[in-house]
């Protein structure tokens, strides 16, 4: 079976790929939680800054710290937020902070990411103040998150193990019922499991296919290590499969579940 890397590295990439969904999913998600105003926001595998970007605009902090593995993407969140938010080298598993030192704690499309889940989010308890907020949103890879799951789909009617690569195989934590368990075992609340709905639209559909090219996450990742023919013959796949608009668009879902749980 092929074997391939989840590349996060790129973030001018991954914003023309995935990115430029999670902004509207990220409004979406901060009016479900419905924090207070003027808390101590950290943002745990914060990217590009979507996310963060978000609560700056909505939720008036008093600080928010972002944390995130790549380099290129710190980068590329650097450029979007200035000196809005306190951006550091990380990882979800080994958060560098003093306990209770933050009140709310949010995660944006990164868990089904992260080795251990439950480590991460016993961090993300450790370092949240009593009565403080734990909430993070995952892409719903399976028939939700249909800008992905379309490109499965072809991909393996072409190439049946590319069947076990597709994120709604590899990452449970992308439905309701498993992420509720992860966030009520961390907290000891009753998760609250919620859908986040945004279409995605693409003028045609070189601009849905093109993000694809950059490499950046496992989609991607998968595409490149094809040959030219087999790269050609996916392509002609997935542009006979996707429903076409009057005027030659492509309107897809995305869909995304939120949890959310308050820290004892």
């Keep these: 079976m092929r074997v391939v890397d989840d590349r996060w590295e790129q973030g001018d990439a991954y914003e023309r790929y995935i990115g ?6 990220a409004a979406r998600f901060l009016t479900m939680l419905d924090a207070p105003l003027g808390i101590r926001w950290l943002d745990v595998g914060c ?10 605009d909505r939720c008036a902090p008093i600080s928010v710290l972002g944390i995130d593995p790549s380099a290129g993407f710190l980068a590329t969140a650097r450029v ?9 080298q990380g990882d979800a598993e080994h958060l560098q902070l003093e306990d209770a030192s933050v009140d709310a704690v949010v995660s944006g499309l990164v868990l089904n990411f992260v080795p251990d889940a439950a480590a991460a989010l016993a961090e993300m308890v450790r370092v949240t103040a009593p009565g403080g907020r734990l909430a993070a949103y995952v892409w719903d890879y399976g028939d939700g ?15 049946p193990d590319a069947a076990a690569l597709d994120e709604a195989v590899r990452f449970p934590l992308c439905s309701p019922a498993p992420l509720a368990e992860l966030f009520s ?8 499991v919620e859908a986040i709905d945004v279409p995605a639209r693409f003028t045609d559909f070189d601009e849905y296919w093109s993000p694809f090219l950059a490499g950046q996450g496992p989609a991607p990742s998968y595409l490149a290590t094809l040959d030219e023919p ?15 608009e009057f005027d030659g668009s492509i309107v897809l879902s995305t869909r995304a579940w939120a949890a959310q749980a308050r820290v004892n």
């Design 230 to 244: 087999h790269r050609t013959a996916l392509r002609e796949r997935l542009r006979e499969r996707l429903p076409r």
């Design 145 to 159: 998150m249909q800008v992905i799951h379309e490109f499965w789909q072809a991909a393996t009617e072409l190439d």
């Design 20 to 25: 430029r969904w999670s902004r509207p999913i």
């Design 185 to 192: 075992r961390a907290t000891g609340d009753e998760a609250v």
């Design 80 to 88: 979007r937020l200035g000196e809005a938010v306190v951006l550091r």
């Design 47 to 56: 990217g590009t800054g979507a996310l963060s970007a978000a609560i700056v």
